[in-house]
């Protein structure tokens, strides 16, 4: 898997004062954070940008700041006692999975956790989340993280203005590696099929069977991971009679590229109750990719069968 992440300096995000106080510590006792820098970048599973589309891509977020703790509260005569450390937050999200990630180091402080979220936290404050891991160290602040379960602590308290900076440098990463790293696996034929096995022309005389392979009209080296289609046929049959008129008949109906990377075969029987008196019969069949609304049907292969056994 290739991953292009480039990490947006704070003068480059502006994100410097709008997300100071975001890291989301607050409470009695509770740590009160500045953040100093941040990114907000984005990565392809498959390599290449375009599809997959800005609303699929990996995301990952980098947050340095510093916090202050309040331990405790002192006598008279010593005053609260204040504990400083730095703190740094890795997170990233994962819309094909619906999963968030989260980490959090600093002095006091090492926190790891997922999370199952219908959206991304960072981005949208609608989002839903259940924590399902939860590891770590530390402290009062490591305590403080421990008991927020609901949400992913570093995407509590951004407001709306912070999410709409976040998604708008995500779209802008986005965009850059779309020049860098193109899908080479766009256009028409990527939804087209043809049928090679039976050939055009060919002659099938019993017992042996009709051998049927299919494959995409995807340009050489796309496969599903890159351009998310899958190799996966509806399969279509007709006979003709002594007239010429073609009748559909209910055959193998599907053919599954990703099972049967060449051919599969298909009982010369399965034709035999569909076939002439004479023993011979004049079929065709064709093929398009499931599921695709821009898929079409390919040609015709016409081919015959011959039962020898017939009178």
């Given at each position: 898997m290739?991953?292009?992440?480039?990490i947006v300096?704070?003068?480059?995000?502006?994100?410097?004062?709008?997300l100071?106080?975001?890291?989301?510590?607050?409470?009695?006792?509770?740590?009160?954070?500045?953040?100093q820098s941040?990114?907000?970048?984005?990565?392809?599973?498959t390599?290449?940008?375009g599809?997959?589309?800005?609303?699929?891509?990996?995301r990952?977020?980098?947050?340095?700041?510093?916090?202050?703790?309040?331990?405790s509260?002192?006598?008279?005569?010593?005053?609260?006692?204040?504990?400083?450390f730095?703190?740094?937050?890795?997170?990233?999200?994962?819309?094909?999975?619906?999963e968030?990630?989260e980490?959090?180091?600093?002095?006091g402080?090492?926190?790891?956790s997922?999370?199952?979220c219908d959206l991304?936290p960072?981005?949208?404050?609608?989002?839903?989340?259940?924590?399902?891991?939860?590891?770590?160290?530390?402290?009062?602040a490591?305590?403080?993280?421990?008991?927020?379960?609901?949400?992913?602590?570093?995407?509590v308290?951004?407001g709306?203005?912070?999410?709409?900076?976040?998604?708008?440098?995500?779209?802008?990463d986005?965009?850059?590696?779309?020049?860098?790293?193109?899908?080479?696996?766009?256009?028409?034929?990527?939804?087209?099929s043809?049928?090679l096995?039976?050939?055009?022309?060919?002659?099938?005389a019993?017992?042996?069977?009709?051998?049927?392979?299919?494959?995409?009209?995807?340009?050489?080296g796309?496969?599903?991971?890159?351009?998310?289609?899958?190799?996966?046929?509806?399969?279509?049959?007709?006979y003709a009679?002594?007239?010429?008129?073609y009748?559909?008949?209910p055959?193998v109906?599907s053919f599954?590229g990703?099972?049967?990377?060449?051919?599969?075969?298909?009982?010369?029987a399965s034709?035999?109750?569909y076939?002439?008196?004479q023993g011979?019969?004049?079929?065709?069949v064709?093929?398009r990719?499931s599921?695709q609304?821009?898929?079409a049907w390919?040609?015709w292969v016409?081919?015959?069968?011959?039962?020898?056994?017939?009178?």
């Amino acid at each position: 898997m290739q991953r292009h992440v480039s990490i947006v300096s704070v003068a480059a995000l502006g994100l410097g004062a709008v997300l100071s106080g975001a890291c989301g510590f607050q409470g009695e006792p509770g740590p009160s954070c500045a953040i100093q820098s941040a990114s907000a970048t984005v990565s392809s599973p498959t390599g290449v940008f375009g599809p997959p589309d800005i609303a699929a891509v990996d995301r990952a977020y980098n947050m340095q700041g510093s916090c202050s703790v309040r331990t405790s509260v002192g006598d008279p005569f010593t005053g609260e006692v204040w504990t400083t450390f730095d703190l740094a937050v890795y997170a990233e999200y994962h819309p094909a999975a619906h999963e968030a990630r989260e980490e959090i180091r600093g002095i006091g402080i090492h926190a790891r956790s997922t999370w199952s979220c219908d959206l991304d936290p960072w981005v949208a404050a609608d989002a839903h989340c259940t924590r399902t891991f939860f590891d770590g160290a530390g402290g009062k602040a490591y305590d403080y993280v421990r008991s927020m379960d609901a949400y992913p602590v570093s995407a509590v308290y951004l407001g709306a203005d912070h999410r709409e900076i976040i998604l708008q440098h995500l779209i802008g990463d986005y965009k850059d590696k779309a020049a860098l790293f193109p899908n080479p696996c766009l256009g028409e034929a990527e939804y087209t099929s043809a049928v090679l096995l039976p050939s055009e022309g060919q002659q099938v005389a019993a017992p042996a069977p009709v051998m049927l392979n299919v494959k995409r009209g995807a340009a050489p080296g796309c496969t599903a991971a890159i351009d998310g289609v899958e190799p996966v046929f509806d399969v279509e049959w007709e006979y003709a009679d002594s007239a010429g008129s073609y009748t559909i008949a209910p055959l193998v109906a599907s053919f599954d590229g990703r099972v049967f990377t060449h051919a599969t075969p298909i009982p010369f029987a399965s034709f035999a109750p569909y076939g002439t008196p004479q023993g011979t019969t004049a079929w065709r069949v064709r093929a398009r990719l499931s599921l695709q609304p821009d898929a079409a049907w390919s040609d015709w292969v016409n081919f015959t069968l011959v039962d020898a056994s017939q009178p």
